[in-house]
């Protein structure tokens, strides 16, 4: 791995599981997720896998899953678009979903009070062939 791919995410309703689906996951940004696929073989067959995330020092368990989808405009067929998401999530692994809420206090106020979280952020980091570094970057704002 030559360069440490790295990307920030402001936590919100997902991030904490409290969506609609509980999901315990975010949307990984376009700029990196081409990288990541690469370097994770994501693709038809092998749609996810096992990652983990070091926070504090220690080591929880999560999934990087690529989604595909599929956007069709019911009135123009013309404007079919095709494309894939890719998700970190840990909505089935307890430690990870209470380190992550513990870890993220402040934001998870925020977006408890339902105001937008603008100012507290994750920062990943991958430092190993499946192991995100993850931080917390509190009271500063990114454009």
């Known amino acids: 791995m030559p360069d440490l791919l790295n ?10 599981g409290l969506d609609k689906g509980s999901s315990h996951s975010f949307t990984i940004p376009t700029s990196v997720k081409d990288q990541l696929i690469g370097h994770f073989k994501l693709g038809e ?6 990652i983990l995330l070091k926070v504090d ?8 899953r ?24 840990w909505g089935k692994f307890p430690e990870t979903k ?4 513990d870890f993220f206090k402040s934001a998870r106020e925020i ?7 603008k100012t507290n952020f994750a920062k990943f980091i991958l430092e190993e062939e499946n192991k995100f570094l993850v931080t917390n970057i509190i009271n500063q704002r990114f454009v």
């Open 66 to 89: 690529m989604g595909r989808i599929l956007n069709i405009r019911r009135h123009r067929i013309s404007d079919r678009k095709e494309g894939c998401v890719l998700k970190i999530q």
């Open 111 to 117: 977006v408890i009070k339902g105001e937008k979280n």
């Open 7 to 16: 990307f920030v995410n402001a936590p919100n309703k997902s991030f904490f």
């Open 45 to 50: 067959g092998n749609l996810q896998t096992e």
């Open 98 to 101: 209470t380190k992550m809420r």
């Open 57 to 64: 020092e220690n080591e929880y368990l999560a999934e990087i």
